[in-house]
């Protein structure tokens, strides 16, 4: 099985986790793929792959700009995305309480909406404890990809 990791991201701490999730976690699937969400559209969700949405927060509880168009294509162009099964690493502060993880979360809430499947539970990373994400993403997914694999031949 691919795995693709979809990466939105203002100041490129998203894209450090997904490269360590790339090197930590090359032994569970058969590729992992890292791609940041400039110019992309809900047509990357073609592939037959497992998904990860790794997504900071900006704004007030915004995508990040990198992430928009993506994000705005799966109401501006919507499809039925039954096939599709996902997670996702939500980054953000706790010191934003109203809008905490929301840019990861705002991607769940579309995607399930169009009828994509979230294995596992949304993680968030909270810059303000002072944990390192890749450190900490990187553990979350080894045991994330082992539910989604279970889950796969479960099917
Ligand atoms: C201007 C600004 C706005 C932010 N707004 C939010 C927010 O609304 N909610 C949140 O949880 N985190 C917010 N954050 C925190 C970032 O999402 C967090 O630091 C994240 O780790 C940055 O990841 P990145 O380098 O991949 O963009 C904000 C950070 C900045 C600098």
């Known amino acids: 099985?691919?795995?693709k990791i979809l990466v939105g991201t203002m100041t490129s701490t998203a894209d450090y986790v997904a490269q360590a999730i790339q090197m930590d976690c090359a032994d569970l699937v058969?590729?992992?793929?890292?791609q940041?969400?400039?110019g992309l559209d809900i047509g990357v969700f073609?592939?037959?792959?497992?998904?990860?949405?790794?997504?900071?927060?900006?704004?007030?509880?915004?995508?990040?700009?990198n992430a928009r168009i993506l994000y705005e294509s799966l109401e501006a162009q919507p499809k039925y995305l039954g096939h599709v099964r996902y997670g996702?690493?939500?980054?953000?502060d706790r010191t934003y309480?109203?809008?905490?993880?929301?840019?990861?979360?705002?991607?769940?809430?579309?995607?399930?909406?169009?009828g994509a499947q979230r294995i596992g539970d949304v993680w968030c990373h909270d810059a303000s404890a002072g944990t390192m994400p890749e450190v900490e993403g990187t553990a979350w997914c080894r045991e994330w990809l082992a539910l989604a694999l279970q889950t796969a031949q479960a099917e």
């Open 1 to 3: 099985m691919k795995l």
């Open 30 to 34: 058969d590729e992992i793929e890292v």
């Open 36 to 38: 940041l969400m400039d």
């Open 46 to 65: 073609d592939e037959d792959a497992l998904y990860l949405i790794c997504s900071s927060t900006y704004g007030s509880g915004d995508v990040p700009d």
């Open 88 to 92: 996702v690493i939500a980054l953000g």
């Open 97 to 114: 309480m109203q809008t905490f993880c929301f840019g990861g979360k705002k991607f769940d809430e579309r995607l399930q909406g169009l």
